[in-house]
């Protein structure tokens, strides 16, 4: 999920646009690009990569919590692959077990809250998330981090589903009563019946007709018949 260039702000494209990506002297740049994403809750995958690769190419810039916080936005767009880009840019030692440092620990922290999205392990995920009070200072600068992880959980659901278990619902979202009526109603659009959330239709969890042809030539056709009258030897 790439972020809408349309909106991207005009120097930042700019220096994605050009040599500029790859000069030092824009790591700073970068860096309170990605704070103001954390704030407006925007993403924008292309800048946050092209930081990681200059930090890289110059490890003495490198600001831990700027990783951090790009691996927290990463998580909010699952099930896309930008968590695993991301960590494919950090150091060898960032997922050393047992962690070296306050960061290695931290990145196998949002590591494993990926690892529990990626298998669809929601409920997990967000007793994962309560079990420490190091994910909450994770996620501190990422406003609205919570919603948008429901908004993609939602998502994910939709796309397999047209209706679904309202206590089974809960429990991937991590809400209940007016909260959970709320959200489904006011974020999804969707309808509550009794225990069923009713998921409306769409392009993914329509069920569709498949009709397979296979497309035989007359001579394939006419040697097999032949080979039917042949008299073995």
């Not at 890289?56 to 700027?66: C, K």
């Not at 990783?67 to 950090?90: E, Q, R, Y």
């Not at 908004?151 to 429990?171: D, M, P, V, W, Y």
């Not at 007359?218 to 042949?230: L, P, S």
Request: net charge negative; aromatic share 10%; proline share 4%.
């Amino acid at each position: 999920m790439t972020f809408d260039t349309s909106t991207r702000p005009e120097h930042i494209q700019g220096i994605l646009s050009s040599l500029d990506r790859y000069n030092p002297e824009t790591v700073t740049i970068f860096q309170d690009y990605v704070q103001q994403q954390c704030e407006n809750r925007t993403y924008d995958s292309l800048a946050n990569l092209a930081l990681l690769k200059l930090y890289q190419f110059n490890p003495h810039l490198t600001r831990d919590e700027t990783i951090t916080n790009i691996l927290v936005k990463a998580l909010t767009v699952f099930p896309s692959a930008d968590f695993g880009l991301c960590l494919h840019l950090l150091p060898a030692n960032a997922l050393t077990e047992p962690p070296i440092d306050p960061f290695a620990e931290a990145v196998l922290k949002l590591f494993s809250l990926s690892r529990l999205l990626e298998a669809c392990e929601y409920r997990e995920f967000w007793m994962t998330l309560e079990s420490d009070d190091l994910y909450a200072d994770l996620i501190t600068d990422c406003a609205g981090f919570e919603e948008l992880i429901r908004l993609r959980i939602a998502s994910t659901t939709a796309q397999s589903n047209r209706e679904i278990n309202r206590e089974l619902l809960e429990g991937w979202l991590n809400l209940t009563a007016d909260g959970f009526e709320s959200f489904i109603k006011g974020s999804c659009g969707w309808a509550i019946e009794g225990d069923v959330v009713k998921i409306p239709l769409n392009k993914e969890n329509e069920a569709k007709t498949t009709v397979t042809r296979e497309n035989v030539k007359f001579d394939q056709f006419q040697r097999v018949i032949k080979r039917a009258y042949e008299q073995p030897a």
